[in-house]
Nanobody, 122 residues
Framework: QAQLVESGGGLVQAGGSLRLSCAAS????????LAWFRQAPGKEREFVGS????????AHADSVKGRFTVSKDKDKNTAYLQMNSLKPEDTAVYYC???????????????WGQGTQVTVSS
């Protein structure tokens, strides 16, 4: 069964760090981009960052640029989101997704993970 599984979320104080992982099953073929999105209560799902699976080029939302970094280990079929200098406004459920249907910044992807909660206390 094709699937993505996130891990690494939790509770952290402002200024702290977390690293999220997104493991793709063997049957999940990542064809182009893997991206991270987040959704806070009452808000729309928003783009956080992405990585071009074969070439490694990354893109990050302005709100996290300089603090968050997307990376990958292609041999492990796993992507990561390193989050530093966390702020309370980063609190959300974080999702990874693979294979966009159009613009890689839009939340229209073939595969989604189940999400992992990140809570940043002030």
């Amino acid at each position: 069964q094709a699937q993505l599984v996130e891990s690494g979320g939790g509770l952290v104080q402002a200024g702290g760090s977390l690293r999220l992982s997104c493991a793709a099953s063997e049957r999940t073929k990542i064809k182009s981009f893997l991206a991270w999105f987040r959704q806070a209560p009452g808000k729309e799902r928003e783009f956080v960052g992405s990585i071009m699976w074969n070439l490694g080029y990354t893109a990050h939302a302005d709100s996290v640029k300089g603090r968050f970094t997307v990376s990958k280990d292609k041999d492990k079929n796993t992507a990561y989101l390193q989050m530093n200098s966390l702020k309370p406004e980063d609190t959300a459920v974080y999702y990874c997704a693979a294979n966009p249907s159009s613009n890689f910044r839009a939340p229209e992807y073939e595969f989604w993970g189940q999400g992992t909660q990140v809570t940043v206390s002030s």
